[in-house]
């Protein structure tokens, strides 16, 4: 049996950190996509206060899921 997967990209942010942002985006996309297989980080940007503190981070995923 073929195994076909799909890849779909999404944006996540978190105050907290990088790691909080993947990882929400993560548990977002699982609540209505199963069989995730990984991601791919393929971008990072940051928001920042006008001091120059990181206020906000962003995460561009490329998610891969097996499709049935």
Known sequence: MNTIAKTIEINAASGKSLEDAVQSGLRKVATTIDKIQGAWVSDIK????AN???TE?????????IVD
């Open 57 to 65: 981070w962003r995460a561009c995923l490329r998610v891969t899921f």
């Open 46 to 49: 940051v928001r920042t206060s």
């Open 52 to 54: 120059g503190d990181i």
